[in-house]
């Protein structure tokens, strides 16, 4: 059974770089066919999707938010990461990381991880 | 691209049916069969309960099934149970020349 697990700060100043990582088990990162994703969701509101990473390397960001996140993977760990510069209170979230199939369709979730941007 | 369109809150009474719209354009739900309905308890991550607009994943009831007509799709959840009371989201692909999946704002299912 696949499993995705976020770590990272959970406190982050303005201005600063928001990082977290997801740590995939029971399954290869570099499965084909798959992409890998981040999703966010603000308190009380709708999904958000961040972006997503294809074990090639391969990257897509949603279009708002393209100019401050980096998604990369790092296949000797199965792992893949998230990295949102400049953040403010807005940016304030709980942050998934998923697995999604080529058109999108998420079917694994991490257990989300809850970022405050605040001083 | 715009969210996909979804009615804030719908409700029912344990064993009717009800059914969530999910409306956008040409563009994502009406150009792709590739619709995808997540069930998100209050604190939990969403689940997958459809995909390919009416395919259930392994372990989801049947009770849960999807539809499409044009550029609105349809989540129908019959037999409601007490433990269908969730948020409800849509997601549409909407194709490969730009960022391509977009979801929609959400349901409310209160189940009175």
């Known amino acids: 059974q696949l499993q995705l697990q976020e770590s990272g700060s959970g406190l982050v100043k303005p201005s600063q770089t928001l990082s977290l990582t997801c740590a995939v088990s029971g399954g290869s990162i570099s499965s084909g066919g798959y992409s890998w994703s981040w999703i966010r969701q603000p308190p009380g509101k709708g999904l958000e999707w961040i972006g997503y990473?294809?074990?090639?390397?391969?990257?897509y960001y949603n279009p708002s938010l393209k100019s401050r996140v980096t998604i990369s993977v790092d296949r000797s760990k199965n792992q893949f990461s998230l990295k949102l510069s400049s953040v403010t209170a807005a940016d304030t979230a709980v942050y998934y990381c998923?697995?999604?199939?080529?058109?999108?369709?998420?079917?694994?979730w991490g257990q989300g991880t809850l970022v405050t941007v605040s001083s | 691209q715009s969210a996909l369109t979804q009615p804030r809150s719908v409700s029912g009474s344990p064993g009717q049916s009800v059914t969530i719209s999910c409306t956008g354009t040409s563009s994502d739900v009406g150009g792709y069969n590739y619709v995808s309905w997540y069930q998100q308890h209050p604190g939990k991550a969403p689940k997958l309960m459809i995909y390919d607009v009416s395919k259930r994943p392994s372990g989801v009831p049947d009770r849960f099934s999807g539809s499409k007509s044009g550029n609105t799709a349809s989540l129908t959840i019959s037999g409601l149970q007490a433990e269908d009371e969730a948020d409800y989201y849509c997601c549409s692909y909407a194709g490969s020349y730009t960022f391509d999946v977009v979801f929609g704002g959400g349901t409310k299912l209160t189940v009175l």
């Open positions: 990473i294809y074990h090639s390397g391969s990257t």
């Open positions: 998923a697995r999604a199939d080529a058109v999108g369709q998420l079917d694994y």
